[in-house]
T-cell receptor
């Protein structure tokens, strides 16, 4: 099993550009989520999905879109990048989405917006 | 005021020391308390969790929750260089991930 994979590992964007961060898992997990991690802020939930076709907003959803067409994939879209979106982005999956489940995190995407 | 406060450190200890990592929180409704470990350039991994107040032990790790003081701790006994990582506390109101709040993390270095 590859676990949770994320691409790209690094990305530099200019303000106003769009891009999609890819996330895939091969553990047949229903629950997937996107977090951003900023210095001094901890992890913050952007969007999550409890299954294919179902998504919802987390704590900091503004500026991001998601979709879940398959169980395996959960891409995160930045429609018009802003410097405030410079961060490290983590995708995670778990079997049930409960707090005490093991969440499997991907290796992260380091995004810089100039 | 942040919902979850965690001293970012860094904390440096010699091998074999007992390490104490702590978080305070403001929302008395939090029920589930988790500790994650994050190695450099990696995603976090769940170490252990506790429901409500009390202690939980897992090998060299002990998690404590004091809800009356809104204070949680993680103790690491006989610390090893392989324990060098950033430790994140997290807590949630209900039994799902959607409302989980994380601390900023404490960076720990265990020197041989």
């Amino acid at each position: 099993n590859a676990g949770v994979t994320q691409t790209p590992k690094f990305q530099v964007l200019k303000t106003g550009q769009s891009m999609t961060l890819q996330c895939a898992q091969d553990m047949n997990h229903e629950y997937m989520s996107w977090y951003r991690q900023d210095p001094g802020m901890g992890l913050r939930l952007i969007h999550y999905s409890v299954g294919a076709g179902i998504t919802d907003q987390g704590e900091v959803p503004n500026g991001y879109n998601v979709s879940r067409s398959t169980t395996e994939d959960f891409p995160l879209r930045l429609l018009s990048a802003a410097p405030s979106q410079t961060s490290v982005y983590f995708c995670a999956s778990s079997s049930r989405g409960s707090s005490t489940d093991t969440q499997y995190f991907g290796p992260g995407t380091r995004l810089t917006v100039l | 005021q942040k919902e979850v406060e965690q001293d970012p450190g860094p904390l440096s200890v010699p091998e074999g020391a007992i390490v104490s990592l702590n978080c305070t929180y403001s929302n008395s409704a939090f029920q589930y308390f988790m500790w994650y470990r994050q190695y450099s350039r990696k995603g976090p991994e769940l170490l252990m969790y506790t429901y409500s107040s009390g202690n939980k032990e897992d090998g060299r790790f002990t998690a404590q929750v004091d809800k009356s003081s809104k204070y949680i701790s993680l103790f690491i006994r006989d610390s090893q260089p392989s324990d060098s990582a950033t430790y994140l506390c997290a807590m949630s109101l209900i039994y799902n991930n959607n409302d989980m709040r994380f601390g900023a993390g404490t960076r720990l270095t265990v020197k041989p």
